[in-house]
């Protein structure tokens, strides 16, 4: 089992940027595609995107397509979100989540078995 704690969301501009981490202890993040996900008040939960277990494949939302950024350390049990050019429709919360590694990278997000509790991000428009 592993444990997830997200980092580094707060109060930016539209325009500004964020960088989101992600803190796994109780086993390697080897093991996992690590994915992260946001959740907007009154909204369901949505991808953002996702990485595979070796940083060497990433899948993005379109919606923040060119815009963001997810990469992993392994070595550091990590792994992050850049977020530039920020838009106040990024607010919500945001949650990184641990997918045993398999084959595909998934953007649901049944598929994911652990997450973090979420850091809030806000974009001022």
């Known amino acids: 089992q592993v444990q997830l704690v997200e980092s580094g969301g707060g109060l930016v501009q539209a325009g500004g940027s964020l960088r989101l981490s992600c803190a796994a202890s109780?086993?390697?993040?080897?093991?996992?595609?690590m994915g992260w996900f946001r959740q907007a008040p009154g909204k369901e939960r949505e991808f953002v995107a996702v990485?595979?277990?070796?940083?060497?494949?990433?899948y993005y939302a379109d919606s923040v397509k060119g815009r963001f950024t997810i990469s992993r350390d392994n070595a550091k049990n990590m792994v992050y979100l850049q977020m530039n050019s920020l838009k106040p429709e990024d607010t919500a919360v945001y949650y990184c989540?641990?997918?045993?590694?398999?084959?595909?990278?998934?953007?649901?997000?049944?598929?994911?078995?652990?997450w973090g509790q979420g850091t809030q991000v806000t974009v001022s428009s």
């Open positions: 990485i595979n277990w070796s940083g060497t494949r990433t």
């Open positions: 989540a641990a997918d045993p590694f398999s084959g595909t990278l998934y953007n649901t997000a049944h598929e994911y078995d652990y």
């Open positions: 109780g086993r390697t993040l080897r093991d996992y595609n």
